[in-house]
């Protein structure tokens, strides 16, 4: 069965600062991950996925991920905080081989600090 | 504008009742979804429905059932509702391997 993890519920980070939101995920075939934000009274916004190809993903506003297969992990990057990034983050993972449904993390709040 | 659309917004209404809530995408998407996010903001996949297949997560009651009338609407009846299903609940759409676009939630509280 797939699951993905978020080990950090709350996540405080300075603006300017880079920031790393942490995702690790199990699954028994090759994974589809995704990145998901929530922003208050909205729904989920697709911020960037792996699926083949490079480690390294860029997405929008800025944010990139790096899958790594060794460790399972697929960790949200930026290099410079934003204030308005501050909202809630879900990694997902979709296993292909089953019935191709998406799975979130339990989410982690992003908190930028003017 | 192109998008997940879902009706009403809140909801608002007494245990043992039973409710509908609507959702509509005009993505041409082929696959659509009923997400349930709880007060601590755990999202749980409650259904997958496309023109082939209905897949019903196991742990969801048989008080909640999809209906879709076409490719387009995938709607959510609850039937008897309890304090417990107090929730915001999300439709969402995709294309195959496509990412999935949702709508902006039904905050659903029972009383």
């Known amino acids: 069965a797939q699951s993905v993890a978020q080990p950090e519920d709350q996540v405080n980070v300075a603006e300017g600062n880079p920031l790393t939101v942490k995702c690790t995920y199990s699954?028994?075939?090759?994974?589809?991950l995704f990145w998901y934000v929530q922003y208050p009274n909205r729904g989920l916004q697709f911020l960037l996925k792996?699926?083949?190809?490079?480690?390294l993903v860029k997405g929008s506003y800025g944010f990139e991920a790096e899958f790594n297969k060794s460790q399972t992990s697929f960790h949200l990057k930026k290099p410079s905080a934003l204030v308005s990034d501050s909202a809630l983050y879900f990694c997902a993972v979709r296993d292909p081989t089953g019935a191709n449904n998406l799975f979130f993390g339990t989410g982690t709040r992003l908190t930028v600090i003017p | 504008d192109t998008a997940v659309s879902q009706t009403p917004k809140y909801l608002v209404t007494q245990m043992g009742n039973d409710k509908s809530i609507k959702c509509e995408q005009n993505l041409g998407h082929d696959t659509m979804y009923w997400y349930k996010q709880d007060s601590k903001k755990f999202l749980k996949i409650m259904f997958s429905?496309?023109?082939?297949?209905?897949?019903i997560n196991e742990t969801v009651p048989n008080r909640f059932s999809p209906k879709s009338p076409d490719k387009a609407h995938l709607n959510l009846h609850i039937n008897s509702l309890e304090l417990g299903d107090s929730a915001v609940y999300f439709c969402?759409?995709?294309?195959?391997?496509?990412?999935?676009?949702f709508g902006n939630g039904t905050r659903l509280t029972v009383t």
């Open positions: 699954v028994s075939g090759n994974p589809y």
């Open positions: 429905y496309n023109n082939k297949e209905l897949i």
């Open positions: 969402a759409s995709r294309a195959g391997a496509q990412p999935l676009h």
């Open positions: 792996y699926i083949t190809g490079d480690n």
